[in-house]
């Protein structure tokens, strides 16, 4: 309908060809704070952000037109580094990145909401990075403590889990990722970032 109200004379100049399209692997990604012991659920893709390293959303909440992105693949990533901390007695849970990453995918749940649409609640344990460090755990120093980091999945992107049908989010609609815990988890070191990437197509129009 907007294409019609252009003049005619006018669309020699035009700088965009909405009536072709290109297509482009890409990957939408947001981050948010996880506070320890206080965080219930978080909204993901709902704001514009600052720095890019935190996300590449151009507009809160939506794809300003004319691009419209089709999701392949969620994944989870979350944001620690390396952490020294004090071996734990036998048997007991040792705290540390391992046990953060641990606590918040087994009982972490995801939630991929396009308009008024539920896109299925899954499990944040199924949702792999693909990719980064995988974990392991170290004497430390002296032989008093233990170093460890970890993140989902082995790093191949072959342990990415694709949706069975992709889900393509039309220009201009509202979406958003929401994560669940019914119960508020502790971390070690305090307050920690998660990030969200929908890995798949960016559909734009051809300049």
């Known amino acids: ?11 020699r100049y035009a700088s965009t060809y909405p009536a072709g399209s290109e297509v482009l692997g890409w990957a939408l990604y947001d981050t948010v704070t996880y506070v320890s012991a206080a965080t219930l659920s978080l909204e993901l893709f709902t704001t514009v952000r600052g720095n890019r390293n935190l996300s590449n959303m151009e ?11 089709l999701v392949r693949a969620p994944r989870v990533f979350l944001r620690q580094r390396p952490r020294a901390v004090a071996a734990a ?10 046990d953060n990453l641990v606590q918040l995918t087994n009982t ?4 991929l909401i396009v308009g008024s649409k539920e896109y299925g609640f899954i499990p944040l344990w199924m949702l792999s990075s693909g990719g980064g460090v995988q974990g392991y755990i170290s004497q430390g120093g002296a032989g008093t403590g233990i170093i460890d980091y970890a993140t989902l999945g082995v790093p191949d992107t072959r342990n990415v889990w694709s949706l069975a049908k992709p889900i393509h989010i039309e220009s201009q609609v509202n979406f958003k990722v929401e994560l669940y815990w019914d119960v508020a988890v502790t971390l070690a070191g305090g307050n920690l970032e998660i990030q969200i990437v929908l890995d798949g197509d960016m559909i734009r129009a051809i300049q």
């Not at 507009?59 to 992105?69: E, N, R, V, Y």
């Not at 972490?108 to 939630?111: D, L």
């Open 108 to 111: 972490g749940v995801f939630r």
């Open 59 to 69: 507009a809160a909440g939506a794809l300003p037109a004319p691009k419209s992105f």
């Open 1 to 11: 309908m907007l294409r019609a109200e252009i003049p005619l004379e006018y669309r």
């Open 89 to 98: 007695a036998v048997t007991n849970p040792n705290t540390g990145a391992t």
